[in-house]
Structure formats: structure tokens, C-alpha cells
């Protein structure tokens, strides 16, 4: 059959939120530790003791947001405790991921002079699980009070005289889980307490975002809006890939079938579903869209790679990563109208990462590329397309062979990303471009590999890395584009 695609390059259907490209980095495994922050008496190139080679790579990225410090880790994390002197901040366990000793060297003042560097907002996860009201309530004091109170104080003496500018506040952290096995009901009143003494100070707006459901826990969605919905800037969804079964065995990284690519991929996809059916339950009590939905966990949960800590959650990731990650933006673009923000676990070392690290080497992974590639829809308008594509099946499974997003830029550019998710065969797809006139400038940037478990090692770091692509013919205003199999490809159109 035809595959064909248009887009209607002059029918908007809303702006694609940059925050939709947001990262996550908690404190778990060699994230944070080696991965961002090696400290300022090693041998690594550092500023301030953050590492300059993953620095430069992620500013190349225009992160616009990143979550900090968990994760489960964000309800057991007490941050009085990693500021002032960092020789004498107080060592502790961190006994969700791994049992290993947290020196506390990397806390606030570290993260937002990471988000300086970055030039990305902060997006700070509170402690309800074990934490108090008033130990939630000063930390936003300490960050945000510009004037003279105990917090605002001491954090001058610490060494910072102006308060940060702190917008994405998350009152807990899978509170359902390990973030105190919670009930709906009950957290819900949590949530409104907890929220009520996140103060607003001077000219700080905090975005409170509530903590969400588990995957298809449509209840907590429910009893959340409900009871708290009023109280909420935003509702969190998190949502892994996970091939296998997360108790039993994920599946590996590297060494998987190409049954295994297909329930990926089917399993990536049903991120559409989760979130157009929390989406239902939130217009029922916010039909204005009022209320983000923020997907502030995401991403390819496998298991750990053979002989790495199994608290850690080091993973590889391949060319399978990177189109699952691709299938997930064009999900999010699609419901740019409820989701706010997404954040992808993790930003590095730490299940589908964008860089990889050892010792003083490291790596960019194949989803680190996507993002790269697609941070041309960053806050640009979405376009209307209708497609007609064909469907692979296979055993149970039935998915599209190709997804599509396009978007327009503030300067009239259009960008159309494509993903081809067959893993054997190249596919011939028709773009007919409405609404746009005169001489067309066409390129294009493609991401692809000839094996499915192709990925980046420190010996080979750019095996997987986007290359021009030149499989189009341009005619008037149709395109005629042959994508290969597995393959990420961007189309930058210019009239
Ligand atoms: O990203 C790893 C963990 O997954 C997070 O700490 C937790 O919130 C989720 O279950």
C-alpha cells in the first residue's frame, strides 16, 4: 500500500511546550555522582566540580527543564542536610538505590548552579513521604525569600545573597509507592496541606505540581482532581518501557529479540493511551486545561547490564532507545493541549540516559541524539496532519509502521519528524505539503543503524550518530521519502 502524509502547514493545533524536552536527574547510582558531579579535587576537566565534557554535551541539548533530586529518593532526601560546608554535610544511606553512603556534596546550591550552567529552570521534588510540612516549607523559604528571615539568612551565609528564581515545585514523589504507599484519598489531603505553606515569596510563582497515578491508576486520577485538583498547577504521570516484566525480568539492554523490538515499540505507544484517558478524567473536572499533565518519568527501564550494581540502574542503550524516545515526542506533541512537561529517567548513567560515563571517557547513547534532533519543536506550533499509513502485525501486535509530527518555528520554518519503527524493511512515504507556497528549500538529518541493538561504546562513541539524509525527491509540493528501517528522520522545510 501507499503510505501517504499531509500536513497542513496552515492549520495550528496548539504550541508544543519546550518542557515537553525536560530531563530528570536524581540522586541514584552514578546520575548525579560521577555522572554530573565529580567534585573540585579530581582530575577531571570540572567548573565548580560539575564535569565540563557531559556540561558542554548538555547545554547542546537546551535542556529547558530538570527534576531534582528523586525519584523515590526525593522522599527520604532531607535537604538541610546538603548545604554549608561540604566536608562537614552529614553522610548518609541512601537506601532506596543501593544502600550505598550519600555525602551530600551535591544539594541545592550544587543543582541550581547546575541549572545556571544549563541555563534550564529547576524543578525541585519536596519530601512528604518522611519529610514535614515545615521542613518543605522552609527549603522554598531558603531558595526564594529575598529579604530577612531565618531561612533567607542562611542561605546568605552559605554563600548566596540573591534568592533563586524556583518555579517547578513537586509535593512528593509517587506517593502511591515508595513515596509512602499512600491512598488516594489520604494523599490528597496531604497534597492540600502540604501545598498550603509553599509560599509564594516576592516575585515567585511556584507551579505546584501534585503527585500522579501510577500508570493506568485511573482512580488516583480521579480522587486527585477531585479532591485537590484546585489546589494543583499539575498531575504527574510516570510511565516506563519495559519490555519484560518489571519483577521478573525487564529484558536486556542489548541482547533482545525482534519480538522484543515489537512489544517495545507496542509498549512505547501506549503512552497515547495513558494519557488520553487521564486527560478524560482531568477535563471532567478542568475542562479549561488548566492543570498540566506532567510525565515527569519516562523513558526504557531494562535490566541492569551484567555485573553493575542492580540499585543502580546502569543500562546501554541502542538505536531501540532512540526510537521509542522519538515515538514518545510525537505522542506529547499530540496532546500539547494537557501535557505541560515531560522529563526522561535519567539524564546520566541511569536508565534510558542520555550520556554515558566511565571514569574521565564519555559517551553520547542514540536517545541523546533524538534530542538533539528534535529540539527543533521546541516551543513551536503544531500542525495539523492527516495520515494513512500501514499497519505491521504481528502475533497480537498491531502498530503503525511510521509516525509522524511536523511543526512551524517562530520564523516560518516547518520541521517533520519521522520515525520508521520497522525493523527490517524501509518504507515509502508521500508528504503533501498544504498551505505553503513558492520555491521549497528541502534537507533532512537522519538517525538509523543496520543492526537493532546498534549502540555507542567508549571505544566506538559515534557508531549510532544522525547523518544528512538525501532518500527524497521534492516535486512542487509533494515529497517523496524512502525512510530506512528503524530510523529517526527530520525534514527541515523552508519557503
Ligand atoms: O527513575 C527511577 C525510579 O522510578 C524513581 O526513583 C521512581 O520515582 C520511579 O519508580
Known sequence: MKNTIVINTDIEKGKINRNIYGHFAEHLGRCIYEGIWVGEDVNISHTK??????????????????????????????????????????????????????????????????CEFLGCEPY????????????????????????????????????????????????GNENWGCGGHMRPEYYADLYRRYQTYARNYGENRLYKIAGGPNVDDYNWTEILMKQAGAFMDGLSLHYYTIPGDFWKGKGSALNFTEDEWFISMNKALYMDELITKHSTIMDQYDPEKRVGLIIDEWGTWFDVEPGTNPGFLYQQNTIRDAVIAALHFHIFHEHCDRVQMANIAQTVNVLQAMILTEGDKMLKTPTYHVFDLFKVHQDATLLAIESDIEIIKRGEIE????????????????????????????????????????????????????????HNTFDQPENVSPAEFRQFQLENDTIDVQLPPMSITILKINS
Open 399 to 454: 502498530i503503525p509502521k511510521v509516525t509522524v509530527s511536523a511543526s512551524k518555528d517562530a520564523s516560518g520554518i516547518c520541521h517533520v519528524s519521522l520515525v520508521n519503527i520497522d525493523v527490517e524493511n524501509s518504507v515509502n512515504v508521500e508528504l503533501f505539503l498544504q498551505g505553503i507556497e513558492g520555491n521549497l528549500e528541502l534537507s533532512g538529518t537522519v538517525l538509523t543503524a543496520t543492526v537493532q541493538n546498534a
Open 49 to 114: 566540580g560539575i564535569r565540563n565534557d557531559v556540561l558542554n554535551a548538555l547545554q547542546q541539548l537546551n535542556i529547558p527543564v530538570l527534576r531534582w533530586p528523586g525519584g523515590c529518593f526525593a522522599d527520604e532526601y532531607h535537604w538541610k542536610d546538603g548545604i554549608g560546608t561540604r566536608e562537614e554535610r552529614k553522610r548518609i544511606v541512601n537506601t532506596h538505590w543501593g544502600g550505598v553512603v550519600e555525602n551530600n556534596h551535591f544539594g541545592t546550591h550544587e543543582f541550581m548552579l547546575l
Open 124 to 171: 525541585i521534588c519536596g519530601n512528604v513521604g518522611s519529610g514535614t510540612v515545615q521542613e518543605m516549607s522552609e527549603w522554598i523559604e531558603y531558595m526564594t525569600f529575598d529579604g530577612e528571615s531565618p531561612m533567607a539568612n542562611w542561605r546568605k551565609e552559605n554563600g548566596r545573597t540573591e534568592p533563586w528564581h524556583l518555579k517547578y515545585f513537586g509535593v
